[in-house]
């Protein structure tokens, strides 16, 4: 069974599409991530949520929506794509008290043309 | 600002060569530290984690780290590579009471068989 499980895996639209990202867990972890991987495989959190709310937002743009339905899911809407937006999105989970190890999911590699 | 940095950008070694791996934190608190790895084309999985306790860990495949709390560094060493060890590695670090694990910028391995 997939730990955490991102959907799709891979992405390509057009400018100024909105798209939307799937992510779930079943690993019963509180707090769920978004990492955006660049084109240098620089690795940067965009959000945490912990059980359902928003904890971190780094000072990602407002096209960016993340929306947890439940603690098992964060799902990444983006709206008005732009070029630049090309990247590979990660999800992930951990437990928050005991600040362990998160898990990834598989990636989903957006190409905006 | 928190940051974790790691020194080496791109390493190429030959099979059956030792290897270590750069990571320096700049937090002054409690940190809990990982060594993740990135297989072309896969999400990321850990290698190992340290939190308390021995400062040399050992972790899956071979690979081990030693914390060194005086140099704020927690070093990457395998003593013989193989091939397929080819592939992105990321150091990665979270504070007590943060909410996010902040990763340096990785370095690629290259194993020439």
């Known amino acids: 069974d997939t730990a955490v499980s991102q959907t799709p895996k891979y992405l390509v639209t057009q400018m100024g599409n909105d798209k939307s990202i799937k992510c779930e867990q079943n690993l019963g972890h509180d707090t769920m991530y978004w990492y955006k991987q660049d084109s240098k495989k620089f690795l940067k959190i965009m959000f945490s949520y912990n059980n359902k709310e928003l904890i971190i937002n780094e000072t990602v743009p407002n096209r960016f929506s993340p929306k947890s339905p439940d603690k098992a899911h964060l799902n990444l809407h983006i709206n008005s794509l732009e070029l630049g937006d090309s990247a590979v999105y990660f999800c992930?989970?951990?437990?928050?008290?005991?600040?362990?190890?998160?898990?990834f999911g598989q990636g989903t590699r957006l190409t905006v043309v | 600002a928190q940051s974790v940095s790691q020194h080496n950008h791109h390493v190429i070694l030959s099979e059956a060569a030792s290897l270590e791996l750069g990571c320096n934190y700049s937090?002054?608190?409690?940190?809990?530290l990982f060594w993740y790895v990135q297989y072309p084309g896969q999400h990321l999985q850990l290698l190992l984690k340290y939190f308390s306790g021995d400062p040399l860990v050992k972790g899956i495949k071979g690979f081990e780290a030693e914390f060194i709390k005086s140099k704020f560094s927690f070093n990457l060493r395998k003593p013989s590579v193989q091939w397929s060890d080819t592939a992105e590695y990321f150091c990665a670090a979270i504070i007590k009471g943060a909410q996010k694990l902040v990763f340096g910028q990785g370095t690629r391995l290259t194993i020439n068989p």
């Open positions: 937090y002054g608190g409690t940190v809990n």
């Open positions: 992930a989970s951990s437990h928050e008290q005991t600040r362990d190890e998160a898990f």
